[in-house]
């Protein structure tokens, strides 16, 4: 079976810096990775290639089969690549309700209305956050604003999910909620790709994890074989998880 | 949404039988507020829907005004070159729009701020076509009385203004109209959840033009003459602005509240302050956006 996802010497240039190098990789279908690397590796970079908002400058990305290299931001959104920002990105002024609801009929398949709000809600239901549904999104916490991209990205009924650090800035019960959540999303069949700087979360949901280092791919494979590896203890990970 | 329409009506009813009481200085001020009415409406599109403040309303207006009066005469009927007035303009909103909506922006409303320069610069020169300079006369409407004209014209411009609120009214509603207020919160977030920004852009930006382009034709044909400081005139644009800031940017009522108290303001002002006119309503224009940010209808929430 051909991947969901294919990357081929795909290379970001901006200007003089080398974000990407050359990156061949694939997801296949309902595979749940893992994007390592330290900062400045190229890993958001990556993503931003996927979904079309910095078109790769070399290389060619295919998503189910199709050349997509070229595809505009919201062409990915509607062919099934939901991406929640490592910076939370809501509409802040519209309620949580109308933030999913406009997922679900821009990206996904509801027609724009009352339909639209209650697939929205179900979405909230399943990240915990129906109560708060009538509430402005500016006025979530960053955990609920976490939660509420996460529901954005449901409602886009997406094929990929690619999750940019959804961690990022959560205390440790909050993560261990949002580990759950991810759990049941890919409990759903849904691909994803999870970048993330806590090795725990990686470690735990990930089946394979490929690690970038100054935007080449230094490794990929699976999560016990990663921690061992020398170049990424090297480059990344240090002594502690060598130890292991 | 029941209540919109109730409240709708009600105006509506109320602007069909005012003139039935009016002289000719009434309707020629009630002419005036539904003109702006249809300006601020049409500005709401893109600058209170989208959240682009776009300074192209003199370009549309003056462009309207334009392709009405040389149409006209060039024999076609009235009516015929209104309509054809408003295609004019969105059209060319259409070929603006696609050049620069890629800009954002302070950028987009310096470069829509041109606009209607180079277009008066464009008509001053074609002078066979518009009479550059010199202006262009129009013919006059066969009306047995002074007031049956002034009549006409404001339900005339009744008529256009009717048209933009419906038309608000349906991309309010619509899956468009929720777009544009994705677009208007954080555009880069909509392009990600499959908002095609550029095409909802552009047909904002067509709806801010068609209805302006319109009431232009619709105002060259009641003042008989226009040339290009007139028509072109840089408060074609700033005012629409200022009358859905005062308003409610966004909603569905506040411009024409904001067109309604905008040209109370005018004439009071005008009538009292002779000399130091602009510069009062100035004052009162930076005190109202000072203390009501978000326009009257705020008012009506807290």
Redesign the interface.
Known sequence: MSPLLELRGVTRQFGGLRALAAVDFSIAQGEVVGLIGPNGAGKTTLVNVI?G?HPATAGTVRFAGEDVTRQ???Q???RGIA?T?QIV??????TVLENVA??G???GSAP?GVRAEAAAMEHLGFVGLAERARQRAGSLTLAMRKRLELA?GLA?QPKLLLLDEVNAGLNPAEIEQALALIRAIAARGVTILIIEHLMKVVLNLCSRIVVLHHGELIASGDPQGIVRDPRVVQAYLGRRYAAH | MKRTFIVALVVLAVLLAVPLTMQAYGLRIGTTMLMYGVLAMSWNFIGGMAGYPSFASAAFFGLGAYAGAVAQKYGVPHYAAWALAGLVAALFAAALGFALLRLRGHYFAIASLVVAEALREIVNSATALTGGGMGLNLPLPQASSVEAQARFFYYAMLGVAALTFAASFLVRH??LG??L??IQ??E??????????TLYKVIAFVLSGAFVGVAGAIYASWVHYIEPPDVFDVLYSVKPIVMVLLGGAGTLFGPLLGAGVFLGLEELVWRNYLSVHTGVLGLLIVLLVVFLPKGMLALRKA
């Open positions: 979904t908002v505009q931001p919201w990915a959104a509607r991406r920002f990105q809501p509409f802040p002024d519209m406009a997922a009929v821009f990206a724009y954005k886009m | 619509s899956r929720f777009g207020r994705c919160q954080n880069s977030a909509a392009d990600m959840l499959g908002v095609n920004t």
